[in-house]
């Protein structure tokens, strides 16, 4: 009988696998004979009798957690996998060890070549037990139960990060254990859990505002031992021009003369009915399933969204190849044998992230997931009522917020499962007219006869790069043609063809040089995008108030809802100022005809200098004076850490500061203008090439701009934190000796000009102190360290902690 009939008569109502007598009659038994005893609590596994190296049998193992800690900060999430290994039992005497095997480290050839390999890198031996029973044919029992409970996930790592603030959380055994009744056996896998309580006497904030009690915590963790995916399976190896993830490997016996060194590209086993054929059906399509647990219309949206992939597939050849499905009732989500895009809450926004389980010997996805925190929608829904009104909500018109948060979640769930397809980022995307949903995409927010228009925020399909990486992944040659031969030839065509990929190393920090990758940017011009940008930011700030609140919403909310309006324009600085010592790189291999690395033309850095400038005038960091009382509503009842993160700091109980405000944006572009690697490579092409900007010209520019000669209060503000950046990146190690010297001397120089300021009235006695400070060794050193005097910038990505964005993932 088909596997496929066992898992429908595993997944009935009781959510019992047949015992293994039935198995026999069914005509395939389970992947080992289990036996699970749930008043003793034991788990026993029949083992087939150990080989010549005493080997009982070799599995993929895999764990996840059930039930997570529900915080951004601390990574531990319903559904998150921990790491997968190669899993041995091992005899030794009256013991079976559980050992993880070490295939990153190989040597083909002989048996003799591959042994030096293999002993030249530890193994771990991650348990020990002894032996129940050994029956005659030399198979034995143990029982697993145990195991179950040792700390496969490294949640006592994760409660002690600094992240959360706890210390000393350890597994407490006593409060600990396997549950028997948890224990599917299929033919391919077993699935088994338990739960494990972690303790400490200092638990630490975030643990505290979650747990009932915070000194124990449990959690409940899934197992699964999987069969070793069949031979067959062909490796792709991984390539730079792609955006394949890869699995590394260290291959010592490679010929001299090749790397020892290489990648796997992660993908699924997906084969064609006929190979032959330039269109064909697929032996076993990839389906992935939405977590019912997503309520309606989420639960549509997510479908929608992540069925965008079965364009890419199909353009490839591969008909039906990707198929989206609601999770039915009854089915377990973390059973290895689904895809699943999971549906998550926190106690605050944060990451979303696609995730897989991997054949470390082949680069094989044996299974795929993805976790997704429902507090994302919600943060886009604020921040779209703050761009155009909560009246708006509910309406079905273009500037609906629930209209776009929909269509944003149709892109994040497209995102996350490009990830877990085995696609890494490609942030050049959003300057090539929306060319992958793998980029992190800021909202096209439009103004159209004055007024805020959001009827094109985001993309709706699969992008031409999407198609490409679908096409180069999974898409094998005919049958006799060199598959390296024609992922080759592929690669060179998508550079032909003009499309852009950068991804993390050169997109995610905001210092990179590159300027075609960015997050949550938008357009072909960086610079000019600003431009467009704040002039849409200024519209929003003008029309902000009490209409973005939904009836009988708190006043208090307007400070929320206010943050991510007033620093709209927060990444599209970031993409703007990598202009600024700016190189267009690729990812090429030798011989591809790409063009080497070259600088950003000085007129485009130019410009996107005086676009960085205007955000910081005045005019742009004035915040209006009918908003201040606006924002100054008082806040009552229990703290709430969804609104205490994301607002800016007051005066004082309710009373607004807008200069915090002004502060804050301001910093926003100082600390990417004046990031140390990016004065170093300004500082270096003026000296290679004088018609490039140089370390003086965008000092100069940057002082003429924000240290004007009789400041204003905003002005002042602006000022004293533009001097107390470039004397912080004079002092930051990563700063170049050369370059320090010059913004030391630069700051000296301000300070000395202030100091001698004449007359009376605040203007002088401002300039007179500030120059003060700057020119005293030890007060400079005070101000530095005194944090309190630097408001804290409110997160931004994504749309939650963990790494830093308005809108997205991992």
């Known amino acids: 009988m088909h596997r496929q009939l066992l898992g429908a008569l595993a997944l009935g109502s009781a959510l019992i696998a047949p015992a293994p007598a039935a198995w026999a009659q069914l005509g395939e038994a389970p992947l080992l004979p289990v036996r699970a005893e749930k008043d003793s609590g034991r788990i026993l596994l029949t083992l087939p009798p150990p080989d010549k190296d005493g080997v009982s049998g070799r599995f993929l193992y895999a764990s996840a957690l059930r039930t997570g800690l529900g915080s951004a900060p601390i990574r531990l999430d319903h559904a998150m996998n921990g790491s997968t290994e190669i899993l041995a039992f091992r005899r030794y005497g009256k013991k079976i060890a559980v050992t993880f095997e070490n295939p990153a480290f190989r040597a083909g050839g002989d048996a003799e070549v591959q042994r030096g390999a293999r002993e030249s890198f530890p193994v771990t031996t991650a348990w020990m037990t002894d032996i129940v029973s050994t029956n005659a044919d030399g198979s034995t029992v143990i029982d697993i139960a145990d195991y179950l409970t040792r700390d496969s996930v490294g949640i006592a790592s994760a409660l002690n990060a600094p992240a959360g603030g706890g210390k000393g959380f350890k597994l407490v055994d006593a409060l600990s254990a396997a549950d028997a009744g948890s224990v599917k056996a299929f033919p391919d896998n077993i699935e088994m859990e338990a739960v494990q309580t972690y303790a400490s006497d200092t638990p630490g904030r975030e643990v505290s505002n979650i747990a009932p009690d915070a000194r124990q915590v449990s959690f409940v963790v899934h197992h699964s031992l999987i069969r070793l995916p069949e031979p067959g ?33 992660n993908r699924f086993r997906l084969e064609k009915v006929d190979p032959a054929a330039a269109r064909s059906r697929v032996k076993k399509p990839i389906v992935f399933y939405i977590d019912s647990a997503a309520p309606e219309p989420t639960r549509t949206a997510l479908a929608e969204g992540v069925a965008w992939w079965s364009q890419a597939f199909d353009a490839a050849g591969l008909v039906d190849a990707f198929q989206v499905r609601i999770l039915p009732a009854g089915v377990d989500p973390l059973d290895v044998r689904y895809n699943v895009v999971n549906w998550g809450h926190r106690l605050t926004r944060s990451w979303s992230y696609g995730q897989a389980i991997i054949d470390p010997r082949t680069g094989e996805i044996v299974k795929s997931s993805v976790v997704l925190g429902s507090l994302r929608v919600r943060q886009d829904m604020m921040i779209f009522e703050g761009l155009v009104g909560a009246d708006q909500t509910g309406r079905g018109g273009p500037n609906d917020p629930v209209r776009v948060s929909l269509q944003r979640l149709r892109q994040l769930g497209a995102h996350e499962v490009g990830h877990a ?101 938008n357009g072909a011009d960086p610079a000019a995008e600003l431009v467009r940008l704040m002039e849409v930011r200024r519209v929003a700030v003008a029309n902000y108030g009490p209409r973005v609140l939904r009836p009988g919403e708190a006043l208090s909310n307007l400070r929320r809802k206010f943050v991510p309006v007033w620093l709209l324009h927060r990444y599209q600085v970031d993409a703007a100022g990598k202009l600024v010592g700016g190189v267009q790189l690729e990812y090429a291999v030798v011989g591809d005809g790409r063009a080497p690395a070259v600088p950003v033309s000085a007129a485009e850095q130019n410009a996107a200098l005086d676009a960085l400038m205007a955000t910081l005038s005045a005019e742009a960091l004035h915040v209006p004076d009918a908003l201040v009382p606006v924002l100054s509503s008082g806040v009552n009842g229990r703290g709430d850490p969804q609104f205490d993160t994301e607002v800016f700091r007051n005066a004082g109980s309710a009373a607004f500061d807008p200069l915090v405000a002004t502060d804050v944006a301001a910093q926003v572009t100082l600390d990417t203008l004046l990031a140390p690697a990016r004065l170093s490579r300004v500082y270096a092409q003026h000296a290679r090439d004088a018609g490039l900007p140089g370390l003086e010209t965008l000092l100069d520019r940057l002082v003429a701009t924000t240290v004007p000669p009789h400041p204003d209060a905003v002005q002042r503000r602006i000022a004293y934190r533009t001097i107390l950046t470039m004397a912080r990146t004079a002092q930051d190690g990563e700063t170049a000796p050369d370059i320090a010297a010059i913004l030391s001397d630069r700051v000296e120089r301000l300070a000395n000009g202030l100091a001698a300021t004449r007359g009376t009235g605040s203007d002088a006695a401002w300039a007179r102190g500030t120059g003060r400070m700057f020119r005293d060794p030890d007060l400079l050193a005070r101000e530095l360290a005194n944090m309190p005097r630097t408001p804290d910038l409110p997160p931004g990505m994504p749309i939650g902690g963990g790494e830093t964005g308005w809108f997205d993932d991992l």
Do not use: C
């Open 233 to 265: 399976f062909v490796p792709r190896r991984f390539d730079i021009r792609s955006s394949a993830n890869g699995t590394q490997v260290f291959d010592f016996a490679a010929p001299l003369g090749q790397d020892v060194v290489y990648g796997l590209a």
């Open 421 to 521: 397809l085995g696609f890494m980022h490609n942030f050049a995307g959003s300057t090539q007219g929306r060319t992958s949903v793998m980029d992190y995409p800021g909202p096209n927010v439009l103004l159209t006869d004055g007024q805020i228009d959001l009827s094109d925020a985001y993309a709706d399909g699969i992008g031409s790069w999407d198609k490409f990486a679908v096409d180069w992944l999974y898409a094998d040659p005919a049958p006799g043609a060199d598959p390296d031969a024609a992922a080759d030839a592929k690669a060179r065509a998508i550079h032909e063809a003009g499309l852009r990929f950068i991804t993390d190393i050169d997109g995610r920090s905001p210092e990179t040089p590159s300027p075609w990758g960015s997050m949550w940017d």
